[in-house]
């Protein structure tokens, strides 16, 4: 067993869970087995199940369909699997509801922790430049130092996670008993300049009993968060540290009796199709999933005229009358989504009367299916929270980063910093943004900055930002940071029709008229494809500043995506929006950019 199977275990032990088995696939007969599981079934003092593997791979996609799970009667209570996945997305999602708390770790870091916490694992196999026979037999702690100059010098993972080498643990704190090796030899498999490739094949071991089993204290297998402050010292001096808000916020604003709506729109610019402001239009009494139902079948319809369904679907926004819908309208939900559901956010706000929940959901026709990337982690670790609903966290497309609402949880346990703290929060779903955001840069070829569109983000300045006060949050969180990122690479072809990719540094501008604010961010080899926000008052006399139904109509000329964040009645703006654009109507208790409160305020996404 590696060396990474066996430390996840420590952690799962520290955070609550007990090992119920072990499980083994090994390849048939006749082929060398680096580590068969038996004596550490025995060392662990737990049952193991092996089985055989056959034949070839059914489906070696990065992602995975609907699975099955037969953990037969003597363990039908097993409610998880722990995997010792360090980088591999591809292992990762093999399978799911499980507790990966090493993946994402940085490798040195780890290193040092498996080594103070007590693996003694030794390397039997190598295959990765700078290691050669005479390594095979060595421990993490004698390799430690070779590993850290492989790394420096030629790109080499630290704990192995290219393939560089394979350890067999002979002990660890959770074993009972260790493993000692009785008789082992060395096979070269394959020697060349670059890579030896060679394994420790061992021929006979035992086990010898622990007298005293000593596992090591929480500290050691380290449950630190780790993560860093992104507020500035002058953002964080305005904030007290222990801010708490009620929560849900009161209903400050009555919109329910509101006698002006913007219907349900539907467009398409390019490959992109967008349904907004989605709500029910039957009247009469309705319990909220049929509510829910009929909001989709609205959507579905409008994409059908498209020719599209919701596998095309890539964001969500969910606006609910209050969060105690929440687990209602997650299992109607979940219905109409498969394996990678699109990206989500979801708030509570304060819809007009009758209304329980309004939806926006923009969609993308991709010519080739791996033109669509989603990151959909399910499993517990310490890198960011598993999804906590049918969503992904994030979902890549046509260059940008749909990002789904991240809250301040903290990952392993999925629940939110006691007692509640604003900063606290604000940093971990900061973490979650980062983190997740890396990921998807790897996925997708990586070597891309990405350029936040359209965010509540404080370490980049440079980027439209709105901070908005809602009625509630999932899980009663404090904060939510919602992002929307381009990667900033764009394709071109050079004279011999080679495509080339460059990267281009949006253009950030930010604008003032009268009452207006305005902030947009763009590229200029693009320039119809632009973000931004654009904010207003209403003026002494309950009107809106003059000019500003050519300003909207100005911002929305190639629009494919609007939302209207409102504190006061959108009667006296309705005349003035257009009347083909998508625009998702959405109640706030507060508008706050550019330094000013705001009484209204559209988020805009137009495409070339």
Not at 193 to 210: D, I, Q
Not at 421 to 426: A, G
Request: net charge negative; hydrophobic share 40%; with cysteine.
């Amino acid at each position: 067993m590696r060396y990474d199977s066996c430390y996840n275990i420590l952690h799962c032990t520290a955070n609550g869970h007990k090992l119920a088995c072990v499980a083994s696939l090994n390849p048939e007969s006749g082929i060398d087995e680096l580590d068969s599981f038996m004596p550490f079934a025995n060392a662990l003092d737990v049952p193991l199940y092996r089985k055989t593997i056959r034949g070839t791979a059914i489906d070696q996609n990065t992602e995975y369909g609907p699975r099955t799970s037969k953990s037969g009667s003597a363990h039908s209570d097993v409610e998880g699997v722990s995997v010792g996945a360090i980088l591999s997305n591809y292992q990762r999602v093999r399978v799911e509801h499980v507790c990966t708390y090493l993946w994402q770790r940085d490798q040195g870091e780890l290193m040092s922790e498996m080594i103070e916490a007590g693996m003694n694992s030794i390397l039997i196999k190598v295959a990765g430049i700078g290691l050669t026979p005479a390594h095979l037999g060595k421990s993490l702690a004698e390799m430690d130092s070779t590993f850290r100059k492989l790394h420096a010098q030629f790109g080499a993972h630290i704990c192995g996670e290219g393939g560089e080498y394979e350890t067999l643990t002979l002990d660890c704190p959770a074993f009972k008993s260790r493993i000692i090796l009785d008789d082992v030899e060395s096979v070269i498999h394959s020697d060349n300049h670059f890579a030896t490739v060679a394994y420790l094949r061992v021929k006979a071991s035992h086990l010898e009993n622990k007298q005293f089993l000593i596992f090591p204290p929480h500290d050691t297998i380290s449950l630190r968060l780790h993560y860093r402050n992104p507020f500035s010292a002058k953002v964080q001096s305005q904030i007290e540290p222990n801010t708490k808000l009620p929560q849900p916020l009161p209903t400050i604003n009555n919109f329910g009796s509101q006698t002006q709506t913007i219907p349900v729109r539907c467009t398409s610019k390019g490959n992109w199709v967008v349904v907004g402001n989605v709500q029910r239009q039957s009247s009469g009494a309705l319990d909220i999933q049929a509510e829910v139902k009929e909001c989709f079948k609205i959507i579905q319809d409008h994409l059908s005229l498209y020719g599209l369904d919701f596998s095309h679907a890539v964001n969500m926004g969910l606006f609910l009358s209050s969060m105690s819908l929440f687990s209602e309208v997650n299992a109607v939900y979940a219905q109409y989504f498969g394996t990678s559901p699109p990206a989500r956010a979801t708030v509570a706000v304060s819809l007009p009367d009758g209304i329980d929940i309004r939806l926006e959901c923009v969609a993308f026709k991709e010519s080739e299916a791996t033109r669509k990337q989603a990151l959909h982690v399910q499993g517990l670790s310490y890198w960011a929270p598993a999804n906590i609903g049918p969503y992904s966290q994030a979902i890549f497309v046509d260059e940008r980063a749909f990002l789904s609402g991240q809250i301040g949880l903290i990952p392993p346990t999925l629940s939110l910093p006691q007692p509640p703290d604003i900063i606290t929060e604000s940093i971990l779903s900061f973490q979650h943004v980062r983190r997740v955001l890396e990921v998807v840069k790897a996925n997708s070829g990586g070597h891309w900055p990405g350029f936040s569109l359209e965010s509540a983000n404080l370490e980049h300045a440079l980027t439209p930002t709105l901070f908005v006060g809602v009625r509630d949050l999932p899980k009663g969180a404090l904060v939510e940071k919602q992002v929307l990122v381009h990667s900033g690479r764009h394709f071109v072809f050079d004279d011999d029709g080679v495509m080339e990719t460059t990267i281009e540094v949006p253009i950030f501008e930010t604008r003032e008229h009268g009452t207006i604010y305005s902030e947009e961010c763009g590229i200029r080899s693009s320039p119809d494809s632009k973000t931004g926000i654009f904010c207003w008052n209403l003026i002494d006399n309950g009107i809106p500043e003059k000019g500003l139904e050519n300003y909207i109509h100005n911002w929305m000329e190639n629009c494919v995506l609007a939302r209207l964040f409102h504190t006061k009645s959108i009667e006296p703006i309705v005349k003035q929006l257009p009347g083909v654009t998508p625009i998702t109507v959405i109640p706030a208790h507060t508008l706050f950019a550019g330094g000013s409160c705001w009484d209204y305020a559209m988020f805009v996404q137009s495409v070339q």
